[in-house]
């Protein structure tokens, strides 16, 4: 009675080219399911968090990610960021200022750099007047990192006297 319970084997042998075309099907398919995903209103619409089991995994997956890679992913993310926060949660600024600053190379428009300059120094003067001396002279010196890439490459003379007055 026991032995009529367990599944019987097939008896056709799958052969090994066969299995290469059903796992390349397979990618296929989850390859097309991911850019649909990725392309459609739902995921652009929503934050996803997204956690690994534990942090040696994480690091281990940022460590080996190209370094051009891990530029694109903090800009993303601190877009991402930037576009969602909420204007009374510091930690999401400095978390929006921190990710953009990694990904400072791939900011090339006078917009954006000028958004990174305020960024920062909002980012700066609020850990300022928290006491977070040394991360706001970081915020700082990010602001002024991303004022001189304006100066060099767009307008020597811009100014934004709303951000500095002290």
């Not at 398919?29 to 995994?57: G, Y």
């Not at 120094?121 to 928290?130: D, I, L, R, V, Y």
Request: hydrophobic share 35%; with cysteine.
């Amino acid at each position: 009675s026991r032995s009529n319970s367990l599944p019987k084997p097939d008896p056709s042998p799958i052969t090994a080219a066969q299995m290469r075309r059903r796992k390349s099907l397979v990618r296929e398919k989850v390859e097309d399911d991911e850019k649909s995903f990725a392309e459609s209103d739902i995921f652009q619409s929503r934050i996803f968090v997204f956690n690994f089991v534990h942090d040696r995994i994480h690091e281990c997956l940022y460590n080996h990610m190209p370094s051009d890679q891990r530029i694109s992913l903090h800009h993303r993310i601190g877009t991402l960021l930037k576009n969602t926060q909420n204007d009374q949660q510091k930690q999401t600024l400095f978390e929006v200022a921190r990710h953009l600053n990694i990904g400072f190379p791939l900011i090339t428009s006078l917009e954006g750099l000028s958004e990174l300059v305020r960024i920062n120094h909002t980012a700066g003067m609020e850990a300022f007047q928290t006491a977070a001396f040394s991360q706001s002279e970081s915020f700082a010196e990010s602001a002024f990192k991303a004022l001189d890439e304006i100066h060099s490459k767009f307008d020597p003379s811009f100014e934004d006297p709303e951000m500095f007055d002290l």
